[in-house]
């Protein structure tokens, strides 16, 4: 059984603090990698994808992919309480058929 | 980026009825939508993948009779839930692929939120 592994968390950081999130996987042979954030209630909107190994960021938000050690890592930079939600890892394996396959996803609090 | 709609958002249903979620990609052909179930504090877990012309590959545990998808174009996806019940009851959401080269992206639709009484 191939798996995404998240905390469920919740993580609470204070407002401008650094959110790290992380996610791990079984297949080694996993080829893309997605960053999902869901509000109560609605459905997820992408962050970010990330491919190859090493970092990509995107404004306030930092990718980092390891294959050796199988993680991926979310950070969010200067947090604000909008980005309170549940952060999704979503992962495509190998010969998967290109279906995503999701982590139970991380539950971040930003306090003021 | 892509834009996908569900319709209806909501619905309420009695016991035993059926009910139909459409999913459309609005401004983009998708050969390739699918289907996705999140129960309260739960992931999305994959029901089916919709090919456009073709019959719907069901992952395993989901019944294919009672979870009828149809992929009638290149940008409408249905969903039937037969004779629905209450554990039915759930947040059914679709998303629709657009690949392009090494580009590999799902629109996820603003869900549908299926309550059966």
């Known amino acids: 059984q191939k798996e995404v592994e998240q905390n469920s968390g919740p993580l609470s950081v204070p407002e401008g603090a650094i959110a790290s999130l992380n996610c791990t996987y079984s297949d080694r042979g996993s080829q893309s990698f997605f960053w999902y954030r869901q509000y109560s209630g609605k459905s997820p909107e992408l962050i970010m994808f990330i491919y190859s190994n090493g970092d990509k960021e995107d404004g306030r938000f930092t990718a980092q992919l390891n294959k050796a050690s199988q993680y991926v890592s979310l950070l969010i930079r200067d947090s604000q309480p909008s980005d309170s939600a549940t952060y999704l890892c979503a992962v495509i394996w190998a010969g998967g058929g290109n279906k995503l396959t999701f982590g139970t996803g991380t539950q971040l609090k930003v306090e003021l | 980026g892509a834009v996908v709609s569900q319709h209806p958002s909501r619905v309420i249903c009695k016991s035993g009825t059926s009910v139909k979620i459409e999913c459309r990609s609005l401004?983009?052909?998708?050969?390739?939508m699918f289907w996705y179930r999140q129960f309260p504090k739960q992931s999305l877990m994959l029901m089916a993948t919709?090919?456009?012309?073709?019959?719907?590959?069901?992952e395993q545990g989901v019944e294919k009779d009672k979870f009828l998808i149809n992929h009638a174009s290149l940008t409408l996806s249905t969903l039937t839930v037969t004779s629905a019940h209450p554990e039915d009851s759930s947040f059914y959401i679709c998303s629709a692929r657009v690949i392009a080269g090494a580009y590999n992206e799902q629109f996820f639709g603003p869900g549908t939120r299926l309550t059966v009484l």
């Open positions: 919709s090919n456009e012309g073709s019959k719907a590959t069901y």
């Open positions: 401004d983009f052909q998708a050969t390739t």
